[in-house]
């Protein structure tokens, strides 16, 4: 076994052809049984194989830079930059994550998580390199999906007419979770077809040879050469236009010829684009011919592809499904995506209605615009969308939407603690970010038929912008509908009111009870919208019981709990004890969600440790 004896990039670079070829078919197998135990983002990583051993034979990223779009196709770089025997603690709680980490490795040159910022960050760097007259190579590593990101245009825009040596590497496999979309997209698949480019600068440089004065010829030459490139190739990239050298498309799964090229491609002088060719999934067949599901996978058995556990119903697919109920009574009801079909549960939507549905590509803030021009003119516009990536939208949900008090609705999903995915995914902003905006409601379901219930007041009789927050996966055990009310009192009690929303309510539920069994009455409040808040209810169940706590999964500063003690204590009714339980001020980790609350104190039991002390306090005092 080769992969067994590889404990830095400094082993790959002694491997001759044969040895890597070998090394990427190890490789493959690697990924596919410690992916199937940890679950994780397989089809992208089974892509770039190849492309991952190539980039290490050629580069040192421990003095380069490699900067990954997203970030999910990593797992064959940390497999060769000494993580390979922590990959059965890969995006467990204390493990390794899933995405490039910086406090991991000193080859991983920066966090990424969220989509298109890579040329942007590699641009940033290579400029730091040249002002600081320091020697390294800066490379992007970007997909064809992210690379349709508003971002990335800006980031090509500004590297293309800068001149600074880089290198972009554009992983074209066609897709982005599902079938990538956009203008771009076409594009790139007309260039997948075209020969490549660079066979032809080679056969121009070979012909005028490595001596100096064919060194000379060459360079002088660029016109006449271009002129040639433009009969053997016609038609100019996109990528030319925006001033970059644009080589490929290559063969990405074709370790050598990589090799070469982007050998070639570092010793030019300005920014390039190698544009290379691969299969989501390649290698293994059941994510070849479903890459969108292997995308990011749950445990599954390697012989069947089938996943250990059955799917079961979930926010999103119950989100999916009253979506398109809504849609089939109101044909104002358009349903958008920025490139989550499946992640939001659209899948079915998109079949049903395709003229009402649209996917954007990894635009979320193009989303948000469109969204508001589509309520303007009379349409119900709903934008599903991951709240960690809602963060991209945010002005536009402030300018667009906001101001104009635009209906809106935005389908908020992996509100909260999301698990495996870790700091770049929690959705533990929005619920602070969503409250600030003028206008908006922000509703926040218990469970299914919450959800149900609130997403068709949201679109049919709410107006202005309206958020409906849920989380990732499946409901708990509380299954009542709340009803029309702000905030609903689900249990009564005098020593100690217990407040949250969403399915935390839950946690709340179970350390009522089991305080109850040790003399301890708690009232328990559940809220429904947490913007604008009514704190009357609130006010109350303080006024008796003189102790609060507020138990959130999102950020401490600016969380509910905040507002409500400073709207208490502006009506003069500030409690005796405070507790407010939240994710304070530090980025939660990744791990499994009952891990992580339990981490910040957030599950019943730690509630329970924390009332009984305030409660023996008082006992203490009297
Ligand atoms: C801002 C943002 N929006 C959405 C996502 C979710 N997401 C993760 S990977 C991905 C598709 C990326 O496609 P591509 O860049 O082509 O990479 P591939 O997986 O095909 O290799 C999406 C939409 C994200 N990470 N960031």
């Known amino acids: 076994m080769i992969l ?5 990039p400094g082993d790959v ?28 983002h397989l089809a992208s990583n089974l892509g770039v194989v190849e492309l991952t051993v190539a980039i290490h034979r050629v580069f040192d990223t421990q003095k380069d830079r490699l900067v990954f779009d997203v970030g999910h196709q990593c797992y064959v770089h940390k497999a060769l930059t000494g993580r390979r025997e922590l990959f059965d603690t890969l995006r467990q709680f204390g493990g390794i994550s899933g995405f490039p980490k910086p406090y991991e490795s000193e080859h991983d040159a920066f966090i990424a998580g969220h989509a298109s910022n890579s040329v942007s960050v590699a641009l940033s760097m290579a400029r730091a390199r040249t002002l600081q007259h320091q020697h390294y190579q800066v490379v992007a590593l970007i997909g064809d999906g992210a690379l349709g990101g508003g971002l990335s245009f800006e980031g090509l825009n500004n590297a293309g007419a800068s001149g600074e040596p ?18 771009l997209s076409k594009h790139l698949a007309k260039l997948r077809t075209r020969p490549e480019y660079y066979n032809f600068k080679k056969w121009y440089r070979d012909i005028t040879g490595t001596s100096k004065v064919g060194k000379t010829i060459y360079r002088a030459s660029h016109t006449l050469k271009e002129t040639l490139k433009k009969s053997v190739v016609p038609g100019s990239t996109f990528f030319e236009e925006m001033g970059f050298t644009y080589m490929g498309p290559v063969d990405g799964h074709d370790v050598e010829k990589l090799t070469e090229m982007l050998r070639w491609a570092k010793e030019m002088k300005c920014p390039v684009l190698l544009h290379v060719n691969t299969v989501k999934g390649k290698g293994y067949p059941f994510a070849e011919n479903n890459p969108g599901r292997f995308h990011g996978v749950s445990p599954f058995n390697p012989l069947t592809g089938k996943p250990l556990q059955e799917n079961k119903a979930t926010f999103s697919s119950v989100f999916g499904e009253t979506v398109a109920d809504l849609a089939a009574g109101d044909d104002k009801v358009c349903a958008i995506t920025a490139a989550m079909a499946d992640g939001t549960g659209l899948t079915s939507f998109a079949k049903l209605y395709p003229t009402r549905f649209f996917d954007v590509g990894i635009a979320e803030g193009h989303a948000v615009s469109m969204a508001a021009g589509m309520a303007k003119q009379g349409l119900h516009p709903v934008f599903a969308v991951y709240s960690s990536f809602l963060q991209r939208g945010y002005d536009m949900m402030i300018h667009d939407v906001a101001l104009d008090n635009l209906h809106v609705v935005f389908a908020v999903d992996r509100a909260g603690l999301v698990g495996a995915d870790g700091e770049t995914h929690h959705g533990c902003f929005d619920a602070l970010y969503l409250s600030q905006i003028p206008h908006i409601t922000v509703l926040c379901p218990s469970n299914f038929s919450e959800l149900r219930y609130m997403l068709r007041i949201g679109v049919e009789e709410l107006t202005g912008p309206v958020a409906v927050r849920y989380p990732r996966g499946g409901e708990g055990s509380y299954q009542a509908v709340s009803g029309r009310a702000d905030i609903v009192e689900l249990r009564s009690g005098n020593d100690i009111t217990l407040f949250s929303y969403g399915v935390l309510i839950n946690n709340l ?14 009232s328990v409040l559940k809220l429904n919208c947490i913007a604008p808040l009514d704190s009357r209810v609130i006010a109350e169940s303080v006024r008796k019981t003189k102790r609060l706590l507020v138990l959130e999964d999102c950020m401490g500063v600016g969380c509910v709990g905040q507002r409500i003690a400073a709207i208490l204590a502006q009506e003069g009714i500030a409690p005796d004890r405070l507790i407010l339980k939240n994710l304070g001020t530090t980025f939660a980790t990744q ?8 981490a910040f104190g957030l599950d019943a039991k730690s509630i329970v440790e924390s009332v009984l002390e305030v409660c023996h306090e008082r006992k203490d005092e009297t």
């Open 4 to 8: 067994e004896r590889i404990q830095s």
């Open 13 to 40: 670079k002694k491997l001759n052809d044969a040895q890597s070829r070998q090394l990427c078919d190890e490789l493959r197998n690697f990924l596919i049984e410690e992916v199937s135990h940890t679950g994780g």
């Open 166 to 183: 880089m290198i972009v590497i554009l992983n074209d496999n066609g897709m982005s979770i599902n079938r990538n979309v956009g203008a």
């Open 509 to 522: 539920l179970d350390a009522a009870e089991q305080l109850s069994q040790l003399g301890i009455s708690a």
């Open 591 to 598: 791990g499994n969600v009952d891990e992580l609350e339990h």
